[in-house]
């Protein structure tokens, strides 16, 4: 079973899938990059099936900028990323350099286009595989075995992705901030060759349509001004991802108050709710540091739906996000310039990342 899963795992090759997609944007869509004001970090960890001994286990970093202040605004990010397969038997880290042009199509609506390119190595030990020749029906593992290990330890290549983002705001009598984004991307555009053999293993195109809708009425109609009771945050959303055979499908809504996060996710691997896979929970807390930094913790918890629940257990997932809202590497925006571009860079101004 150890063997068989691991081996399906190499041949699918299929990328990991967070379930707080909305704190990691960027992975997603690199037209993600600078889409916000100032900068943003995100730190993510996530263990999948842990009621397996070769669970999932991935780390990442980002980080990104936007850059009015340079031709063609938009932004530029940097996700740093670690995956761990079984019990450290397949390796695949990973450094991705990401790249955002901004078109602004009218005072409230604009697009992002993107582009990425990643170093990627994985590597792999044979040392660590069960192989058939090494069991015995009655005592287990008791033999050495005869397998051969080949040359290839070890590969790299470089990996390109694409994206494109529409964002719409607008304000309204109940609430000060609409914020409509609506995305597509493909991952894996040249499919590198992924086999540690020498042998030609494809590495499927990933393409994911992403959308999500914020309705804030934090600081909104003047009739709710004086009192806290209204003030509110809503942040549905949805993810469609396709990579080869495997399809993922997450629909949902986080709210925010108080400083307090919450949500509710449903993950299927169809359009249809008659085949829904996992319940997802997420609870997460807002601490602001200053009048423009804030810091966040996200946690989340895959409850299994199905009756493998047993076999393979939960998975938990944790994000610490960090946002500097007057940070610019080439150069920052002072209040006349920020006034200015105050349209055209949707978020200035804002708050609050416009997806939460």
Not at 264 to 269: A, E, G, I, K, V
């Amino acid at each position: 079973m150890v063997i068989l899963l691991l081996l399906a795992t190499v041949s699918k090759a299929q990328d990991v899938s967070y379930s707080q997609y909305l704190n990691s944007p960027m992975y997603y869509n690199p037209a993600y990059a600078g889409l916000n004001l100032g900068m943003r970090t995100r730190l993510n960890h996530r263990n999948q099936w842990n009621g397996m001994i070769n669970n999932y286990n991935n780390y990442s970093f980002a980080m990104d900028v936007a850059e009015p202040n340079i031709p063609g605004a938009g932004g530029i990010g940097l996700i740093v990323q670690s995956d761990m397969e079984g019990m450290g038997n397949i390796r695949c880290n990973s450094a991705t350099l990401a790249n955002s042009v901004r078109v602004m199509i009218a005072n409230n609506m604009i697009t992002q286009f993107g582009i990425s390119v990643a170093y990627v190595q994985r590597s792999i030990d044979w040392n660590n595989f069960i192989f058939s020749d090494q069991l015995d029906p009655q005592y287990g593992i008791v033999r050495e075995s005869g397998f051969s290990a080949p040359n290839y330890d070890q590969i790299s290549y470089p990996d390109f992705g694409f994206g494109i983002l529409l964002q719409y705001h607008e304000s309204t009598r109940f609430f000060n901030y609409m914020v409509g984004t609506i995305s597509a991307s493909l991952q894996h555009a040249f499919r590198p060759n992924i086999s540690f053999t020498g042998a030609k293993s494809r590495l499927p195109v990933k393409a994911v349509f992403m959308g999500n809708l914020l309705l804030d009425n934090e600081s909104g109609n003047v009739r709710f001004k004086a009192t806290n009771e209204y003030f509110f945050k809503l942040n549905p959303g949805f993810l469609y991802e396709k990579q080869g055979e495997f399809t993922n499908f997450v629909v949902g809504s986080n709210a925010y108050r108080n400083y307090i996060y919450a949500g509710m996710w449903l993950r299927s691997q169809s359009f249809t709710y008659a085949n829904i896979n996992d319940l997802i929970f997420v609870l997460g807390l807002h601490l602001p540091v200053s009048s423009g930094s804030r810091i966040k913790f996200m946690y989340s918890y895959d409850y299994v739906l199905s009756e493998m629940r047993s076999s393979i257990g939960s998975t938990h997932e944790f994000s610490v996000i960090f946002e500097l809202d007057g940070f610019s590497i080439f150069g920052g925006t002072n209040m006349t310039e920020r006034r200015r571009l105050g349209r055209g860079h949707l978020n200035l101004g804002y708050p609050e990342n416009p997806a939460f």
